[in-house]
């Protein structure tokens, strides 16, 4: 996703806080989680980093390491199992992999559960080919179209081009759904603990934590489908009620 970090810190990609952990806040935010800040080690607060347009982990953009400092080894180079909800084969060095994982979801009616579906779903694909690289195009056309489709495929091509592959765990929290007639608009401060590496599995995006994300969903021929992902930096959970 999208989130800036003008900072690199080395973190080992699978710690990730305890989502039992994480209190009710604010109605966009409800996991109080800890707002990401740069010279902060995001491995404390066990932050991640999936995009939220086009550059980041998951898809925020984010700031490659400084100029001549290189990347910074993870404290781990010792090889673990992937999550059992990583159903494909990761093609990171570790073999981690990057997956999702339902947080707090607020959702009251058919309707509304149908459409976070989608969100988790799309999501899930994402992050996934923010590690393979690969569009799993039948699996993306069933939640999404329009823009989030090509936002997706674009994904996967900013990341291969940047040689940059999605680890760890993505939380989806849903804190609203506004669901009207056919169109349904998704919103929720998620958990994107997702690091960024390169081939040899060196950290070059740190997790961002808390992200806001705005999601569309509408339904068509009787499926709910993603239609809209964020083109611009996506803001900090805060950590404050709103």
């Not at 953009?61 to 910074?72: E, L, M, N, V």
């Amino acid at each position: 996703m999208r989130r800036r970090a003008g900072v690199i810190f080395a973190v080992v990609t699978a710690v990730a806080v305890s989502g039992a952990a994480l209190v009710g806040c604010g109605s966009d935010n409800p996991y109080e989680l800890p707002e990401y800040r740069a010279g902060q080690d995001p491995g404390s607060s066990g932050g991640g980093s999936v995009d939220a347009a086009s550059e980041s982990s998951g898809d925020a953009t984010s700031t490659p390491a400084p100029s001549g400092s290189g990347p910074i080894p993870t404290v781990s180079r010792e090889a673990s199992p992937p999550s059992t909800d990583v159903t494909y084969t990761p093609a990171d060095a570790q073999g981690q992999g990057a997956w999702v994982e339902r947080g707090k979801i607020r959702a009251r009616n058919q309707k509304a559960k149908a459409a976070v579906d989608a969100v988790v779903g799309y999501v899930a694909q994402r992050v996934r080919l923010s590690n393979t690289w690969t569009v799993d195009e039948d699996a993306l056309a069933a939640v999404a179209q329009g823009q989030a489709l090509t936002s997706a495929r674009e994904r996967a091509e900013t990341q291969e081009a940047a040689g940059r592959r999605s680890v760890g765990r993505f939380v989806v929290n849903v804190s609203s759904v506004k669901v009207n007639g056919d169109v349904a608009t998704v919103t929720g401060c998620h958990f994107d603990s997702t690091s960024e590496v390169d081939q040899n599995g060196y950290v070059l995006v740190p997790p961002p934590g808390g992200v806001l994300i705005t999601m569309e969903v509408k339904l068509s021929q009787g499926v709910w489908r993603v239609t809209s992902w964020p083109a611009e930096d996506v803001p900090t959970c805060s950590a404050a009620k709103k």
